[in-house]
């Protein structure tokens, strides 16, 4: 059972969104928005070593995939009149969450750079001793 089925068993999803599942599906949406957040809080920390930060990369790329499949459950099932703008901010916190998740890989992508070069031989980049 992939997520998107297990979305649908949850919210007990026969047809058409109802307002109150719609509502769960704003505020799982939020939840996730909020917690990419915090894990982007997160990857600023200087103390956070490498393997830190990939976790903090994988935990991000789950919360927008998650995210992603809120959407597309939401544009499926949005027929009503009464809920057909929750796509839209499903979206939003969509957009907000893939944009954390890109700023906390470049983080991760510096901090293995840098380590890389910390640990390489200083004539490999022909610097003087």
């Known amino acids: 059972m992939d997520l998107h089925d297990r979305l649908i068993e949850h919210l007990a999803l026969d047809t058409a969104l109802t307002p109150e599942q719609a509502a769960q599906i704003l505020v799982g949406a939020a939840g996730?928005?909020?917690?990419?957040l915090r894990a982007l809080e997160e990857c600023t920390r200087p103390e956070l070593d490498q393997a830190a930060l990939r976790d903090l990369s994988r935990r991000a790329t789950v919360i927008e995939s998650h995210l992603r499949?809120?959407?597309q459950?939401?544009?499926d099932h949005c027929d009503?009149?009464?809920?057909?703008?929750?796509?839209?901010?499903?979206?939003a916190n969509l957009e907000l969450a893939?944009?954390?998740r890109t700023l906390i890989c470049q983080r991760t992508v510096a901090v293995d750079q840098e380590v890389m070069i910390l640990r390489a031989p200083l004539p490999q980049f022909r610097l003087p001793c």
């Not at 996730?32 to 990419?36: G, I, K, N, P, S």
């Not at 009503?80 to 979206?91: M, R, S």
């Open 32 to 36: 996730y928005a909020r917690d990419a």
């Open 69 to 71: 499949a809120l959407h």
């Open 73 to 75: 459950l939401a544009e």
């Open 80 to 91: 009503d009149p009464a809920v057909c703008d929750i796509p839209v901010a499903v979206g």
């Open 98 to 100: 893939a944009k954390c």
